[in-house]
C-alpha cells in the first residue's frame, strides 16, 4: 500500500516542490502533520511553522465563509444581484453565481497590466481600478448556463463583502481569529501576523512574504480571489470547525445550515461547483479515484490543496511553494491524486 507520508517527501526530491507541508485528520483527531524540504532550492530547511501563500484556497476558507456569515446576519443573500453592491455588474449575476464560477466571466484577467500610468501598485487607488475593471468586463457566456472557474467573479465578490462591512476585508477576516492571515499593503504597513514572527516561503519572483497572484499583489495583497496565508496545520484547523458545523457541533465560523448549503452541489449542467468550493470530477480528478463525489475541497496555483470527506470526517491539506522558482514547473499535477488515493486507502477506511 502507498504511503501518503512517502510521496509526499518523495515530491521534494523528484523535483515537484522545494519544500511543504503535510496535514491530515479524521474524527478531530491528528494522522499527520509533517513538512518536508527547503524554503527554496538550496535554501534551509522548511517546518510546520513556516507559512505559505494559499492562493485560491483563499476562495473557500474567507471568501466564502466571510459570505457565508453575512446571509447569516442578513447582509445580503446568495440570491442578492452582485449589482446591489457593485452596479457596474451586469445586473443578472448574483452572489451565487459568483460562488459557484457559472457568472459567463472569463476565467482571469491580468488587470495589474491595465492600471492607468501614475497608479501605484499596491495601493487603495490600484484596488478601486481593479475592482472597476473587473466589474466592467464583458461575460462570455449566458449566467447561469456553464461553468467557468473565474477569479474575476471572486474578485468582485471580495469587493462586494468590503461593501457590505464598511472596511478592510483583511480586518473582516481578521475579525474571524483564524489561524490564518491577509497581509494588507494598502495603508500603514500590517502589524506581523498572530503569534510569532513568521517566516515566510517564497514563490516566484517574489519576496518572501509577497503574494504570488499579480492581480492581488497589484490590490495590495488582499482580494477575494487570493491572498490568505498560513501553515497546513491553520488551514486543518479552519476545515474542523467547518467538519463540526457540518455535523451540528458548533464550529467557530459557520451554522450548520450555512456550511450545508456552501456543501451542496451547484445545479449548473456539468459542474462540479458548490458555492466557493469544488468536488472530485468523475476524470481527473486532483483526488485521484478514490474519493467520493461528496467530497468538497479546492486548489491553489502556487501548490496547495484542501479536501474533505464530511461524512468521515477526513480532511487532506497540503501546502507547497511549487512554483518557486517557477510557475513552469507543473510536476505538482502528477503527484496531487497519487498522494490522495494513497492518502484515501491509508485513512479512510
Known sequence: MADPIAIFRAGVEDGVYPGGQLAASRGGQR?????????????????????????SLTKPLATSVLIGRAVEAGACALSDPLARFLPAVPAAITIGHALEHSTGYPAHRRFDQRLSDGVPLGTWSAYRHIVDDAARTPVEAPVGAQAVYSDVAFILLGAALEIMHGGPLSA?????ETPLFY??????????????????????????????DENCRAMGG?????????????????????????????????????VRRLWTPSTVPGSTRTPGWDRPS???????GRWPSNAVGHLGFTGTSLWIEPERRLIVVL?????????????????????????????AV
Do not use: M
Open 282 to 288: 468523475a476524470t481527473g480528478a486532483s483526488t485521484g
Open 172 to 176: 473582516v477576516f481578521a475579525s474571524l
Open 31 to 55: 494522522l499527520v502533520s509533517v513538512s518536508a524540504g527547503a524554503l527554496f532550492p538550496s535554501g534551509p530547511a522548511t517546518d510546520e511553522q513556516v507559512v505559505y501563500d494559499l492562493a
Open 319 to 347: 501546502v507547497t511553494n511549487r512554483v518557486c522558482p517557477t510557475r513552469d514547473n507543473t510536476k505538482i499535477r502528477q503527484l496531487r491524486p497519487a498522494l490522495h488515493d494513497a492518502a484515501w486507502t491509508a485513512w
Open 222 to 258: 488582499v482580494a477575494g480571489h487570493a491572498g490568505l496565508w498560513g501553515t497546513a496545520e491553520g488551514v486543518l484547523a479552519v476545515a474542523e470547525s467547518l467538519v463540526a458545523a457540518y455535523h451540528g457541533e458548533g464550529g467557530d465560523l459557520l451554522a450548520r445550515d450555512t
Open 183 to 212: 497581509r494588507d499593503q494598502r495603508g500603514p504597513p500590517a502589524p506581523p501576523p498572530p503569534g510569532t514572527e513568521a517566516r515566510f516561503a517564497p514563490t516566484e519572483g517574489c519576496a518572501p512574504g509577497e503574494v504570488h
